[in-house]
């Protein structure tokens, strides 16, 4: 059996000066245990709301069902936390999820709390403690964090970079989406050792050198893809388009470790081709795949690999797209095929598109099929023409690969909304509409995030009048993906209002909750945080 103990206490605030400590109670017993360090960081709630939490119940969830159950209490004044009850011993194995949830003097749970992403017991060194890392926050709601960007922006993007932390690279800080002065100040956030750095100085890390500004461009998170024979980890930041306008080429990697020695980035061969407003997908075994985008020539239609799996990484090109694409739709498989769909864009005249295309990586070669073609077994290409929707993979892991596609129509196709779904198996596979649509319609500038167990936040964005909008709503479909043979019956469930309207903003995940970063607000770009935190009960 392992052990849990809960380490430290509640970090006051998104990041604020780390966690208290307090002593650990520790199990002595035979046989193989572990440590499950518990790490809360409590988000910026009103004091009403804060002063209100006794306590918080603690449930360690194996296979959908509550394993053990322990609480701790909470000062007010300090935010330490302590044992209420013995700490419970948690399975030897297998994938646990860590829950919390307040309660408050009187022992009745209040609607916050918030969970971590599953944790495979099996897959971390035995000798080393395990953390469970959770933001605490409104459940089904959000949460302002105390925490700001140093540099308000929007169109950049925010990376998950492990271990409850992500990174801002990019973005224009000043003016709106179509024009202003880029941001040239890298950001990375902590939540849960309090720490917020900047390559201008703000904090206690070494950067070194650092990519320029940019936008349009790509940045992977390579540790959600990579397999466990993979060692590389980090963040791959590709691409763009810099402050005169040209199209990049070079390629940078950020590993977190290295804010600790001497530098965070380093610089790796470049693309063969710049590309403004490409598209990239990580491979399971150390490849990034690059598709898409505008040199300075116009649209690039070759297919470019990262290889990072040999001792030097090495970038060559393995095929060419049938249709040139800009800002297209990547959606990632969940087969072993290191198969992945290309759809939509603008193409070479400017205009959106819903073509589609898969492609498989097979060696060193691609091969490539038209969906609407037998040789995929699929049944269509986009159902609207789209460029820069938001997706995010309803399932993610799924040999099915859904995806929930929206918005980036015209108004011709405003309310559209669709599903990707492919088991290359099945009968059923390609593009199929959804038999419902979002209480608000928004065309440009909104995200989607896929939620823990199953489902996605669509939040942002503007409407079709060019209004932005606050409205966050939840999309489930009602009946099995695998099922669908026609429109998917699927309902959008609204969960309320940011706290800050906004659109081109970017949203990652960071321990089982959606993190709102920066974006165009009401009066210019933003650099407030907002955080979503589903309930599960």
């Given at each position: 059996m392992r052990r849990l103990r809960i380490r430290g206490g509640v970090a006051i605030g998104l990041a604020v000066g780390g966690v208290a400590a307090c002593d650990p109670r520790v199990i002595t017993e035979p046989g193989p245990v572990r440590d499950l360090e518990v790490k809360l960081a409590l988000l910026d709630l009103p004091d009403a709301e804060r002063n209100a939490i006794g306590s918080f119940n603690i449930e360690v969830v194996r296979d959908n069902a509550v394993v053990e159950r322990t609480a701790v209490s909470r000062n007010p004044d300090t935010g330490v936390v302590s044992f209420l009850d013995e700490p419970p011993r948690i399975p030897a194995g297998g994938i646990v999820e860590v829950r919390v949830v307040a309660v408050n003097v009187s022992g009745e749970e209040l609607p916050i709390g918030g969970r971590t992403t599953p944790i495979d017991l099996d897959r971390i060194d035995g000798g080393a403690p395990v953390e469970a890392r959770v933001l605490v926050g409104r459940l089904e709601g959000f949460t302002a964090a105390a925490q700001l960007l140093a540099t308000p922006r929007l169109q950049h993007t925010a990376t998950s970079t492990g271990a409850g932390t992500f990174l801002v690279v990019?973005?224009?800080?000043?003016?709106?989406?179509?024009?202003?002065?880029?941001?040239?100040?890298?950001?990375?956030?902590?939540?849960?050792?309090?720490e917020h750095c900047t390559s201008g100085g703000v904090g206690n890390c070494a950067f070194g050198?650092?990519?320029?500004?940019?936008?349009?461009?790509?940045?992977?998170?390579?540790?959600?893809?990579?397999?466990?024979?993979?060692?590389?980890?980090?963040?791959?930041?590709?691409?763009?388009?810099?402050?005169?306008?040209?199209?990049?080429?070079?390629?940078?990697?950020?590993?977190?470790?290295?804010?600790?020695?001497?530098?965070?980035?380093?610089?790796?061969?470049?693309?063969?081709?710049?590309?403004?407003?490409?598209?990239?997908?990580?491979?399971?075994?150390?490849?990034v795949v690059v598709v898409g985008g505008e040199d300075a020539a116009g649209p690039v239609t070759d297919i470019e690999i990262v290889d990072l799996g040999g001792p030097v990484p090495v970038v060559t090109t393995v095929g060419t797209l049938p249709f040139s694409t800009r800002t297209p739709i990547v959606i990632e498989t969940g087969n072993a095929l290191q198969e992945f769909i290309i759809a939509g864009g603008l193409d070479e005249r400017g205009d959106r598109t819903s073509g589609a295309v898969s492609v498989s990586l097979r060696g060193d070669d691609a091969a490539l099929c038209a969906l609407d073609t037998p040789c995929n077994n699929q049944n269509s290409a986009l159902r609207c023409p789209r460029a820069a929707a938001a997706t995010a993979p309803l399932q993610p892991g799924s040999e099915l690969t859904p995806a929930l596609i929206v918005g980036g129509t015209d108004d011709r196709c405003d309310a559209s909304v669709e599903v990707f779904r492919a088991s290359f198996t099945g009968s059923v596979n390609g593009f199929v509409a959804v038999g419902a649509s979002p209480a608000v319609t928004r065309t440009a500038g909104a995200t989607v995030t896929p939620?823990?167990?199953?489902?996605?936040?669509?939040?942002?964005?503007?409407?079709?009048?060019?209004?932005?909008?606050?409205?966050?709503?939840?999309?489930?479909?009602?009946?099995?993906?695998?099922?669908?043979?026609?429109?998917?019956?699927?309902?959008?469930?609204e969960v309320g209002d940011a706290p800050t309207p906004r659109a081109f903003h970017a949203a990652v995940l960071v321990e089982g909750a959606v993190v709102a970063v920066g974006g165009l607000g009401e009066v210019g770009p933003e650099g407030s945080v907002d955080v979503f935190i589903g309930d599960w009960r």
């Open positions: 990019g973005g224009r800080r000043a003016g709106d989406e179509t024009a202003g002065d880029l941001a040239d100040e890298i950001e990375w956030f902590s939540p849960f050792s309090g050198a650092v990519p320029p500004a940019r936008i349009e461009h790509v940045a992977v998170d390579l540790s959600a893809r990579f397999d466990a024979a993979c060692p590389v980890r980090g963040v791959l930041v590709l691409g763009g388009v810099d402050e005169t306008g040209a199209p990049l080429a070079d390629v940078w990697r950020f590993d977190a470790d290295g804010l600790r020695a001497g530098g965070a980035f380093s610089t790796l061969p470049s693309l063969v081709k710049a590309r403004a407003g490409a598209g990239a997908v990580a491979l399971p075994d150390c490849r939620l823990r167990g199953g489902g996605a936040l669509l939040m942002g964005g503007r409407d079709g009048q060019g209004l932005l909008r606050a409205e966050a709503e939840r999309f489930a479909p009602i009946v099995p993906i695998e099922d669908v043979a026609g429109p998917l019956a699927g309902a959008f469930t």
